[in-house]
T-cell receptor, first 113, second 112 residues
Framework: KAGVTQTPRYLIKTRGQQVTLSCSPI?????VSWYQQTPGQGLQFLFE???????NKGNFPGRFSGRQFSNSRSEMNVSTLELGDSALYLC????????????FGSGTQLSVL | AQSVAQPEDQVNVAEGNPLTVKCTYS??????LFWYVQYPNRGLQFLLK??????LVKGSYGFEAEFNKSQTSFHLKKPSALVSDSALYFC??????????FGRGTSLIVHP
């Protein structure tokens, strides 16, 4: 069974640009959540989608948005990039909201110059 | 609100010695507690969880964790550390919300 797949693995952007990250969950998993990982802050929750609907949202500005498609694949978009957006963005899937175990992808390392 | 504290940024231990990675939490209601491990250039991997039942929970790779309600702690332990255990360890908690809150992580370094 394939794991959670995130693309691309690395991204380099400049301030003011926008970026789209992609996540394919494990087959059969309908919940996808996104986290931002930085050395100083650990993992910060961005949002979670379940069956194409955003169910929960973390404390991030509106420049961070996402969506989920009917096949459960998810994308995350960050507009007007800032230097502070440089981080590892992790996607995690689970079968449903009540399932406790998260399966993480390897992440997308975003560098904003 | 729910929160997790991992008081040590780094833990050093010699191979073959027991290891402990500390975690304390704050949550309303009954806690659901988790440990995840992250190896370099990888995502997080689930190690173990506590929801209810025995206070000592056994997980993957020989790890276990002890739930202590009075001290609001959920420390990760292993009787005999391996060099390959060197990684970043995250504790997480959730209460009424379905979304877990993660700690900042503790870097475990096991010396040969």
């Amino acid at each position: 069974k394939a794991g959670v797949t995130q693309t691309p693995r690395y991204l380099i952007k400049t301030r003011g640009q926008q970026v789209t990250l992609s996540c394919s969950p494990i087959s059969g998993h309908r919940s996808v959540s996104w986290y931002q990982q930085t050395p100083g802050q650990g993992l910060q929750f961005l949002f979670e989608y379940f069956s194409e609907t955003q169910r929960n949202k973390g404390n991030f500005p509106g420049r961070f948005s996402g969506r989920q498609f009917s096949n459960s694949r998810s994308e995350m978009n960050v507009s007007t990039l800032e230097l502070g957006d440089s981080a590892l963005y992790l996607c995690a899937s689970r079968r449903d909201e009540a399932n406790e175990k998260l399966f993480f992808g390897s992440g997308t390392q975003l560098s904003v110059l | 609100a729910q929160s997790v504290a991992q008081p040590e940024d780094q833990v050093n231990v010699a191979e073959g010695n027991p290891l402990t990675v500390k975690c304390t939490y704050s949550v309303s209601g009954n806690p659901y507690l988790f440990w995840y491990v992250q190896y370099p250039n990888r995502g997080l991997q689930f190690l173990l969880k506590y929801i209810t039942g025995d206070n000592l929970v056994k997980g993957s790779y020989g790890f276990e964790a002890e739930f202590n309600k009075s001290q609001t702690s959920f420390h990760l332990k292993k009787p005999s550390a391996l060099v390959s255990d060197s990684a970043l360890y995250f504790c997480a908690v959730r209460g009424g919300s379905y979304i877990p809150t993660f700690g900042r992580g503790t870097s475990l370094i096991v010396h040969p």
